[in-house]
């Protein structure tokens, strides 16, 4: 979020006129459709490569519900 708002902060005033515009809500859609590049261009620029696998790790462990005992609309229960 920090990055986020550092970035809506610099980017606002460069068009005055239109300033009011570029409104929160939008402003993070956009961020966070395009928080990927972002963070590939600051680990290119760093030299930090990862692999496939480190990224299959990160997304088997973000992808997995963390409320064991919800019921689930329309698909079967997880035990």
Known sequence: MLVSRRLYLLVRPRSPEKAPR??????ARVFAEKSGR????ILRFLKIEHTAMEMFLVY???ALDPN???HRLG???VP
């Open 22 to 27: 570029f409104t929160h809500l939008r402003w």
């Open 38 to 41: 972002l963070e590939e261009s």
């Open 60 to 62: 088997e462990s973000q």
């Open 68 to 70: 064991v005992k919800r």
């Open 75 to 77: 698909g079967p229960r």
